[in-house]
């Protein structure tokens, strides 16, 4: 079982970057997927999930309004949409997997991780 986070680069402010959540050995559409990211110096902090029953999306507040979480059950992958990107948003993002219905972003009761993704955002 793998998830691989792509996507990331070195953007400038207001940039826009589409991470991707690609899982394998793993049918994702059965578990609910969050992006984490971690910045330097910083704890790790949930972005945003969707959930594995309904497909609802769920966002923290410094991911509301910015980015869209999505996910293509037919190709196995999350996304996550980063729009108005700003230096503050630098940092590691990772994509995790939970065999559970309801959304959340409680790190250790995440069954699968990915390696990360370097977003780095400046002009």
């Known amino acids: 079982v793998q998830l691989q986070a792509s996507g990331g680069g070195l953007v400038h402010p207001g940039d826009s970057l589409r991470l991707s959540c690609a899982a394998s050995?793993?049918?994702?559409?059965?578990?609910?997927i969050a992006w984490f990211r971690q910045a330097p110096g910083k704890k790790r902090e949930g972005l945003s999930c969707?959930?594995?029953?309904?497909?609802?999306?769920s966002y923290a507040d410094s991911a509301k309004g910015r980015f869209t979480i999505s996910r293509d059950n037919a190709k196995n992958t999350v996304y996550l949409q980063l729009n108005s990107l700003k230096p503050e948003d630098t940092a590691v993002y990772y994509c995790?997997?939970?065999?559970?219905?309801?959304?959340?972003?409680?790190?250790?009761?995440?069954?699968?991780w990915g390696q990360g993704t370097l977003v780095t955002v400046s002009s």
């Open positions: 995790a997997a939970d065999y559970n219905a309801n959304c959340h972003y409680i790190e250790y009761l995440y069954d699968y």
């Open positions: 050995g793993l049918p994702q559409r059965y578990y609910s």
């Open positions: 969707i959930s594995s029953s309904d497909g609802s999306a």
